[in-house]
C-alpha cells in the first residue's frame, strides 16, 4: 500500500546527534584525535579567560567548528552557523544537542583575538602531534621545506603609494580630461606607473605584498606560507606565514627548524629556490644535510657532489614533492588559496589551523594502518 506524503513533526525526539552519525564515519576518529588534544590544551585555554563575569562560548568548540569549516569547504562563519543550525552531523561534532541554539556569527570575531593571542592553533596542531600513538608515525631524521603563496584579501585598486600622492580618479579618453566619478570602487589607470613595495602598499591589507612567483607570471597581492613536512608519511609538523619576500622562504625554513626537538644529525629536503650558498652553509654548520635541489642555470651550485652522491639524496628529492599535496588541499578544499581574513596574525593563524586539519584528514587511515 502507498503510504501518503503526510509531514510527521513530533513533539519530542528520542534520538540524539550521536545516534544519528554512522558508526564508520570518517569523522568519529578525527574527533577522537580532536578531543585528546583538546584535553591537553584545557589549562591553556583557562589562562586566556578572566575567573568571573559570564560564561563564555568554550574554546573547544570554537575549534572544532573551525576544523569542520576546513573539512566541508564553507565559505563564510555566516554560513558555517547556517550550517550548524540544520546539520546534525556538524553538531554532533562541535558539541551541541539537537536542541541547543547555535551561536551568533560575531562570537568568532570576539573571540578570535584571544585565540591569537594564546598562539591556539600552534599549540593545538603540537598537541595532535605529541599523542603517542601519531607521534610513532614520525620522522625524526628526514624532512622537506617548502612555501606557498596565498592571495591576500585585497584588490589592486588598494594598492597605493605610501606618501598618498595617488587619487580616486581613473584617465579618460583624452588624457584624462573625462575623470571617472570617484567612489569606493573607483576606476583606476595603472598605465605607465611602476608599483614595488618600497613605495606602494595595500590600504585594504598593508601586511600584503606585490609578488609573482616566477617570471611571465602576474603579479599579485599575497601573503607566503611556509610549512615543514616529515618525510616518512608526509605530515605536516610546523606552519608559519610571512611576507611575500624573495628571502622569505630560506628564513622561514631556518625559524622552523630551529624550533625541532634534539640536536641529532636530519637531511632537509627542499627545491631549487633554496639552493643559496649562505643558506646551504647555515644548513651545514646546524648539522642539517641540505637535501636541496641543484640549480645550476647559468650559475653554479652550492650543493656539489659530496651530497648528490648518496642514494638518500635522490629519495630526499623524491619525498619532498609531497608537500605539494598538502598545499593543494590547504588551497583547494581547506580555502587557503584566496584568505579570508587581513593582516598577518589572522591569516598565520588560520594557515596554521588548515595545515593541522590536512593532518587530521589523514591521520585516521595512517593510524588504522600502523
Keep these: 500500500m502507498r503510504g501518503g506524503d503526510v509531514r510527521t513533526e513530533g513533539l519530542f525526539s528520542y534520538v540524539s546527534c550521536e545516534a544519528r552519525v554512522p558508526r564508520d564515519h570518517p569523522l568519529r576518529p578525527i574527533r577522537a584525535i580532536v578531543d585528546e588534544a583538546l584535553v591537553v590544551l584545557s589549562p591553556e585555554f583557562e589562562t586566556l579567560y578572566s575567573s568571573i563575569g559570564r560564561p563564555s562560548i568554550p574554546p573547544e568548540k570554537l575549534l572544532r567548528a573551525l576544523l569542520l569549516q576546513a573539512f566541508y569547504s564553507v565559505r563564510s562563519e555566516r554560513q558555517l552557523m547556517e550550517q550548524l543550525d540544520y546539520n546534525l552531523m556538524f553538531r554532533w561534532f562541535v558539541g551541541l544537542s539537537m536542541d541547543a541554539p547555535i551561536w551568533d556569527v560575531t562570537v568568532f570575531t570576539k573571540n578570535r583575538e584571544r585565540l591569537l593571542a594564546g598562539d591556539v592553533a600552534a599549540k593545538f596542531m603540537a598537541a595532535v602531534l605529541n599523542q603517542p600513538r601519531v607521534k610513532s608515525l614520525l620522522s625524526e631524521d628526514h624532512f622537506s ?177 609531497r608537500i605539494e599535496e598538502g598545499f593543494g588541499w590547504m588551497k583547494t578544499c581547506g580555502g587557503m588559496r584566496k584568505t579570508r581574513h587581513r593582516g598577518s596574525e589572522r591569516v598565520g593563524w588560520t594557515f596554521t589551523l588548515t595545515a593541522a586539519a590536512c593532518n587530521l584528514v589523514r591521520l585516521p587511515k595512517l593510524l588504522a594502518a600502523a
Design 145 to 321: 621545506v617548502d612555501g606557498t603563496l596565498i592571495e591576500a584579501w585585497a584588490s589592486m585598486k588598494s594598492f597605493r603609494p605610501k606618501d598618498g600622492s595617488g587619487d580616486d580618479s581613473g584617465s579618460g579618453a583624452a588624457g584624462g580630461d573625462q575623470a571617472a566619478a570617484k567612489g569606493r570602487n573607483a576606476e583606476r589607470d595603472f598605465h605607465g606607473e611602476k608599483r614595488r613595495n618600497e613605495t606602494h602598499a595595500s590600504t585594504t591589507d598593508p601586511d600584503a605584498r606585490l609578488f609573482r612567483k616566477g617570471r611571465g607570471k602576474e603579479a599579485k597581492l599575497c601573503h607566503m606560507g611556509h610549512v615543514l613536512m616529515e618525510n616518512r608519511h608526509g605530515l605536516i609538523i610546523d606552519a608559519t606565514l610571512t611576507h611575500a619576500t624573495g628571502t622569505a622562504e630560506r628564513e622561514a625554513a631556518l625559524t622552523m627548524l630551529g624550533r625541532l626537538d634534539g640536536r641529532h644529525r636530519i637531511t632537509l629536503g627542499a627545491d631549487k629556490a633554496y639552493d643559496v650558498a649562505d643558506f646551504v652553509t647555515t644548513l651545514r654548520d646546524l648539522k642539517i644535510t641540505p637535501h636541496v635541489a641543484q640549480n645550476a642555470v647559468n650559475r653554479r651550485s652550492a650543493i656539489d657532489g659530496r651530497t648528490v652522491r648518496h642514494p638518500g639524496y635522490a629519495v630526499s628529492q623524491r619525498i619532498r614533492k
